[in-house]
Structure formats: structure tokens, C-alpha cells
Nanobody, 125 residues
Framework: EVQLVESGGGLVQAGGPLRLSCVASEITFDEYTIGWFRQVPGKEREGVSSISITDGSTDYADSVKGRFTISTDNAKNTVYLQMNNLRPEDTADYYC??????????????????WGQGTQVTVSS
């Protein structure tokens, strides 16, 4: 069974950085799309960023462009989300996910099959 484990969340002051990590097991990073999503209680899950392992193409939500960067270490089955210049509105639980090649991925949550348990990010002002 595919498992995804996120880490790196915590409390950070506005303007500061955090780097989130997601380690996958029972999967090879060669044909899938990997995404980062976030969710605040009472709100719908929001796509943050994604990367295609096949061709390296990336997507970013408008709200994080220029501040967040997604990357992978394929040998370690790990995806990262480098978050800079954090804002209070970035506060959320952050999840990584895997979409199968046949359905693509992008920033659409329903296209993703496997999900981690999440890591909390809190940005104070």
C-alpha cells in the first residue's frame, strides 16, 4: 500500500521560511504527479503546487507564486515544498498526494489517489 508521510511543519513568524517534506513508500517517482494541498477547518481543500515526475512541469496556485517552490529527490522518493515569505493566510494543514498517470494531477484534489496525514503550518503576525 502506498504511504505518504509529511513533516517539517510548525510555528513560524510572518515573513519566515519553512520547508515541508513528504516521503513516499511503495511507489517509484517516475510516472506520477505529486501535489501539495492545504486545508483550514471548515474550508475546502486547496491545491498549492504540483510537479510531474515524468517531465518536471510544475503548477502553482496564484497565491503562492514567487514564494513557494516544489522539488523532488527521486532517489529518496521525497517531495519538498520550500515556503518563503510566509503570510498568516498560509496557516493550514498541508498534505502531499500522488495522482496516477492516467488521470493527471495539477491542482485538482479529486484527481489524487493517495494522501498523507498532513503537517500543520501556523504563521503568526
Amino acid at each position: 500500500e502506498v504511504q505518504l508521510v509529511e513533516s517539517g511543519g510548525g510555528l513560524v513568524q510572518a515573513g519566515g521560511p519553512l520547508r515541508l517534506s513528504c516521503v513516499a513508500s511503495e511507489i517509484t517517482f517516475d510516472e506520477y504527479t505529486i501535489g501539495w494541498f492545504r486545508q483550514v477547518p471548515g474550508k475546502e481543500r486547496e491545491g498549492v503546487s504540483s510537479i510531474s515526475i515524468t517531465d518536471g512541469s510544475t503548477d502553482y496556485a496564484d497565491s503562492v507564486k514567487g514564494r513557494f517552490t516544489i522539488s523532488t529527490d527521486n532517489a529518496k522518493n521525497t517531495v519538498y515544498l520550500q515556503m518563503n515569505n510566509l503570510r498568516p493566510e498560509d496557516t493550514a494543514d498541508y498534505y502531499c498526494a500522488v495522482a496516477l498517470p492516467c488521470v493527471g494531477g495539477g491542482l485538482i484534489p479529486n484527481r489524487y489517489t493517495y494522501w498523507g496525514q498532513g503537517t500543520q503550518v501556523t504563521v503568526s503576525s
